[in-house]
Nanobody, 121 residues
Framework: QAHVAESGGGLVQAGGSLRLSCVASGRAFSSYAMGWFRQVPGKEREFVARITWSRDSTDYADAVKGRFTIYRDTTKDTVHLPMDSLKPEDTAVYYC??????????????WGQGTQVTVSS
């Protein structure tokens, strides 16, 4: 059974860094892209970054470009998201997902449980 799980969230001061990780298991994800999304209460889930499993093509939301980096470790079927220069507006629950590779969260099929990132000012 396919399974996606995130880790690495926490509390950090503005300007600090965190690294999120996502492990995909239970099926072959080579035809999927892996995406990171985030959500705050009362708002729709928004795209953060994505990487294709086969070609390492990446894409970032404008709000995180230059501060977040997405990369994969193929030996461990893991995708990482180092986040630098964090801002209070980055506070959200962050989700990892496997899917089409678009920026639209509804096109992703497998989801992790989410990990909280809180950035204090």
């Amino acid at each position: 059974q396919a399974h996606v799980a995130e880790s690495g969230g926490g509390l950090v001061q503005a300007g600090g860094s965190l690294r999120l990780s996502c492990v995909a298991s239970g099926r072959a994800f080579s035809s999927y892209a892996m995406g990171w999304f985030r959500q705050v209460p009362g708002k729709e889930r928004e795209f953060v970054a994505r990487i294709t499993w086969s070609r390492d093509s990446t894409d970032y939301a404008d709000a995180v470009k230059g501060r977040f980096t997405i990369y994969r470790d193929t030996t461990k079927d893991t995708v990482h998201l180092p986040m630098d220069s964090l801002k209070p507006e980055d506070t959200a629950v962050y989700y990892c997902a496997a899917g089409s590779g678009s920026r639209w969260y509804k096109e992703y099929e497998y989801w992790g449980q989410g990990t909280q990132v809180t950035v204090s000012s």
